[in-house]
């Protein structure tokens, strides 16, 4: 039990670095960017060099990538607060049911955020504007790991945060395997 | 046939020797290649800044390849950039003659902290219209300029002191001070010379003249100061002791000595605080850059303090020295004071210590114009005879070496100045004037290749007509014996130049101007936010540049007669994209505006007709579409004044 308690802490802290470090990372090198350039995804905007990857993205008349069009980033920072307080309360309780429909939430929460990730990079690479200069064939820019984009290498990754809140899954589902292998011995 | 072989055989004798001096001098071409060779993508050690001369701007190389990296314009008027045409730049060239698009400098000086240069800001003289330029190493712009009044022509010029506290002025041609109109057969006696000390904040680098010494009517022609036991004194060598107004190359030329003008900064200061001083009325101009508003800002002055020597004993001294003296330079150790005697064959070194105790025993040979002048042989430290032919400057290494360059004989000559050993010599190509090693006239010079600054180029280049290019040369000095490892060419006419360790300006470097810190008065920070405004006859067009379109990009309503300025801001904020901007006929240049920079180029169209305007720096795979129109109708037409772009009409 023990366990649990200090696993439903880890979650919490994970879920929590979401706040302090970005979720996801993209970089971008090209032959004219030998330093590279760089998105962060945070929890409640994009920053790094997104004005120079917009400049870059108008050739093939990409949509300016900007923070205030996504409900996302005002969802997340709230949606994150009710995990933090939900796992900090399985924590203290160790009951079943708290953890249990935390996990799943969480769960639930993080697939449909994949999803809809994914769907916004599939609008951002499809809805180009016809009268670009330069017409290009749509495209998906990747979920995670590298891909090539024209004059352009792009690598995604999840960054610290994002991987707190893996981490928070993690703790989360062995919390609960722990709990329901404890409930099996009693029974 | 005995005969014949042994011809056969001295030829092939012969041969096989040219065939082992020649691979003997490929392998040192060889090694020498590897010296200065760097690599794609690499950088240089170090930054050389060598004078333009006549084409009144700096060169900028890279040591030890060569490379030319920049041309930065200080006196002169660019139309590469707009410097000196943009209306924020041309109040940089304001003096009390007017705008003076033009002119001759020779001397870069580094800024230094404890007597070692620092990597912030750059001075170079103005020797035809006296003025001392400041150029900042963070943007590599020119952002600060002071002219000299009471001067006939800066030459010792901008030698600077130990902790920048100032930089010096001294005037190589003496004239009525204050102006006027005189016989030039009155010179001597009537005409005056200046040493001039003016000051550098230590915070911003804005200069300032502290005050000025009214001196014997020689010729001042090269300085430089203390540091370490010397810091509080500045010398200057002058030649004409004669004064002679013509035919100076004999003339001037009659005395066996001339002086080096040793000047006690420190005790004019006290002076000035004793109230020594007096203000004197004269027109002068200080233009400096508001890096907030990103425009020049010319300010009209009106006085100086002069002080007098006969008021303020103790603040200057003459040392005799050998015959028309050229450079003068202090050892990093700060006792030994060398001056190059061009027109005698012994060289002499002076000694910083004996000097303060021939001042304070009173060791003095006469006066001249009542400054006390030093006996001789009370402040010689040693004579080097025979050293070359015409030496003019020395640098110095950190193992007790100097390097004298020598005009006449060609060629650099290696020395101890302890003893005045001749330890080696190296022919140069041709007629050496200064020359340079990174920090060789500091207290650290980092020591390891010496640039030759040549006068003549003749052969030593492809040919390109009668008017050549300049000829340095790079010397590795790291071995006993200097080793000749590249010829470069410069542009101008350097004179002197300085160098120093790449990371001290890398680490400053400006890469944009963030546009939130952008205050121009004319600046649009948005394509929101263009518009076009007239007033009478002036239409100021608030325009803005970014990949790969103007706003506005079409304009109309301009008529004959007006004045049309267009400002144009750079929206980029990514490092290397500048956008240029040029308009048909325009009488000025073009302009090119780096990130987050505003700049304004003045047009006035002559004819009604539709004028084409287009950025002028390749910015990106659509810049050849990155144009626009301007509609300008007759005089008294009544063509509506409006402006669009992107298809979209604003107004």
């Known amino acids: ?187 | 046939m005995r005969g014949w072989s042994w011809k056969w055989g001295m030829l092939v004798a012969v041969a096989a020797l040219t065939m082992v001096g020649a691979t003997k001098v490929r392998k040192l071409a060889r090694d020498a290649a590897k010296k200065v060779y760097v690599a794609p993508g690499e950088h240089d050690e170090f930054y050389a800044f060598m004078s333009g001369g006549f084409n009144g701007q700096i060169g900028v190389h890279g040591l030890p390849s060569g490379r030319l990296l920049k041309i930065v314009p200080v006196f002169s008027v660019n139309p590469e950039n707009g410097y000196g045409y943009s209306e924020e730049t041309k109040p940089m060239l304001m003096t009390s003659q007017g705008f003076v698009p033009w002119d001759d400098t020779h001397h870069p000086e580094l800024s230094q902290t404890n007597g070692v240069p620092d990597g912030r800001w750059l001075f170079i003289n103005a020797n035809n219209t006296p003025r001392i330029a400041r150029i900042d190493l963070a943007t590599f712009h020119t952002v600060d300029i002071i002219e000299i009044p009471n001067s006939g022509g800066n030459h010792p010029s901008p030698f600077i002191t130990q902790n920048s506290e100032y930089v010096v002025a001294g005037t190589r041609f003496s004239v009525p001070i204050p102006q006027k109109d005189m016989p030039i057969s009155k010179y001597k006696g009537n005409f005056k010379g200046t040493l001039t000390f003016v000051k550098v904040d230590p915070q911003t680098g804005m200069m300032d003249i502290g005050f000025q010494i009214l001196v014997p009517g020689f010729d001042y022609d090269l300085a430089h100061c203390g540091k370490g036991p010397s810091h509080g004194w500045c010398f200057f060598t002058s030649y004409n002791s004669e004064e002679a107004y013509s035919l100076l190359e004999r003339h001037a030329s009659q005395k066996d000595k001339d002086y080096i003008a040793a000047v006690n900064w420190k005790r004019a200061e006290a002076c000035l605080k004793e109230g020594k001083g007096e203000k004197m009325r004269v027109t002068y101009y200080h233009n400096y850059w508001d890096e907030e508003k990103q425009m020049a800002i010319s300010e009209k002055k009106t006085s100086v303090t002069i002080l007098r020597p006969e008021k303020c004993e103790g603040m200057i001294y003459y040392i005799p020295t050998p015959k028309s003296p050229h450079g003068v330079d202090v050892d990093p150790s700060g006792e030994y004071i060398i001056p190059g005697g061009k027109l005698s064959a012994t060289i002499s070194v002076f000694s910083f210590s004996k000097m303060i105790n021939a001042i304070k025993n009173k060791q003095f040979a006469g006066e001249e114009y009542g400054i006390p002048v030093l006996k001789y042989e009370a402040v010689l430290h040693k004579e080097v005879p025979n050293l070359c032919l015409g030496p003019l400057h020395n640098e110095f290494d950190t193992r007790g070496n100097v390097y004298t360059s020598c005009f006449i004989s060609s060629e650099v000559v290696k020395w101890r100045y302890e003893d005045g050993k001749i330890l080696d010599r190296i022919p140069v190509y041709y007629s050496i004037g200064h020359l340079m090693i990174p920090g060789g006239d500091s207290r650290k010079p980092w020591d390891k290749y010496l640039v030759a600054l040549n006068k003549i180029t003749k052969d030593r280049y492809l040919p390109t007509g009668p008017e050549l290019a300049q000829s340095a040369q790079l010397i590795d000095i790291t071995g006993d014996k200097m080793e000749m490892l590249l010829d470069f060419p410069t542009m101008g006419e350097p004179h002197y130049a300085q160098g120093i360790k790449a990371d001290l300006v890398t680490q400053r470097q400006v890469k944009i101007y963030p546009l939130e810190k952008n205050h121009h008065p004319y600046a649009v920070k948005s394509q929101d936010a263009v518009k076009v405004v007239r007033k009478g006859r002036r239409v100021d067009v608030y325009m803005t540049a970014i990949r790969t379109h103007f706003a506005p990009d079409n304009i109309e309503g301009i008529r004959v007669g007006d004045t049309v300025y267009f400002h144009v801001t750079n929206l980029e904020q990514d490092w290397d994209i500048p956008h240029g901007f040029a308009v048909y006929g325009a009488q000025n240049a073009n302009i090119l505006i780096m990130p987050g920079q505003t700049l304004t180029l003045k047009w006035v169209p002559k004819a009604p007709g539709v004028y084409p305007f287009y950025c002028t720096d390749f910015c990106s795979a659509l810049h050849q579409e990155m144009q626009g129109y301007v509609r300008v109708s007759p005089r008294n037409a009544k063509t509506k004044l409006y402006w669009y772009w992107a298809g979209q009409e604003q107004k």
Do not use: C
């Not at chain 1, 696993?7 to 970089?27: Q, R």
């Not at chain 1, 205030?68 to 309360?89: G, M, S, Y």
């Open chain 1, 1 to 187: 039990m023990k366990w649990v308690r200090i696993l439903m802490v880890v979650a919490a802290i994970g879920v929590a670095s979401a706040y302090v470090f970005p979720l996801w990372t993209y970089k971008l090198d090209a032959p004219q960017y030998p330093e590279g350039l760089v998105m962060y995804i945070k929890a409640n905007r994009v920053a790094g060099d997104v004005d120079k990857i917009d400049i870059v993205n108008h050739y093939i008349g990409m949509k300016p990538i900007e923070s205030t069009q996504f409900l996302e980033f005002k969802v997340f920072p709230i949606a994150f607060a009710v995990f933090i307080l939900w796992a900090l309360l399985a924590a203290w309780s160790g009951a079943f049911k708290l953890v249990a429909s935390w996990v799943l939430t969480y769960t639930l929460f993080a697939l449909v955020s994949l999803v809809d990730f994914y769907k916004w990079l599939y609008h951002y690479g499809h809805d180009l504007d016809p009268s670009a200069a330069i017409r290009i064939e749509p495209f998906t820019p990747p979920l995670i790991g590298p891909k090539e984009l024209l004059n352009f290498y792009v690598e995604a990754w999840p960054h610290a945060g994002g991987l707190g809140l893996i981490v928070a899954a993690a703790a989360g589902w062995l919390a609960l395997i722990l709990l329901w292998r404890a409930r099996r011995q009693e029974a």
